[in-house]
């Protein structure tokens, strides 16, 4: 498995940006898409976005659609996410995930894709 480490979280007024990074410690590995998840206090983790790793090709969840830009570092082995426009809902710990494979029967927003997880990084959005 990959270790990733995430950083870019912080505290960001409603309405404000954020960038987050997610380094992973291979300097080259093979991996189909990267992607990230936010657990808010109390609610499931979620599927925010993820990128396939060779074609760039980007998918969000509906709520960030417009707001969120995901986006990769093929020669870094780094992965980011910027955030613009930040409501208090996005508040959660964003934690970064490889998906290795390709699969047929599953998509990219199914946890069950991804098999190497960072510690997180906490994002409060508060006024």
């Known amino acids: 498995q990959v270790q990733l480490v995430e950083s870019g979280g912080g505290l960001v007024q409603p309405g404000g940006s954020l960038r987050l990074s997610c380094a992973a410690s291979e300097r080259t590995f093979s991996m189909h898409a990267m992607g990230w998840f936010r657990q808010a206090p109390g609610k499931k983790r979620e599927f925010v976005a993820a990128i396939t790793w060779t074609s760039g090709r980007p998918y969000y969840t509906d709520s960030v659609k417009g707001r969120f830009t995901i986006s990769r570092d093929n020669a870094e082995n780094t992965m980011y996410l910027q955030m613009n426009s930040l409501k208090p809902e996005d508040a959660a710990v964003y934690y970064c995930?490889?998906?290795?494979?390709?699969?047929?029967?599953?998509?990219?927003?199914?946890?069950?894709?991804?098999?190497?997880w960072g510690q997180g990084t906490e994002v409060t959005v508060s006024s």
């Open positions: 995930a490889v998906a290795p494979r390709s699969d047929y029967l599953r998509a990219l927003w199914e946890e069950a894709m991804y098999d190497s």
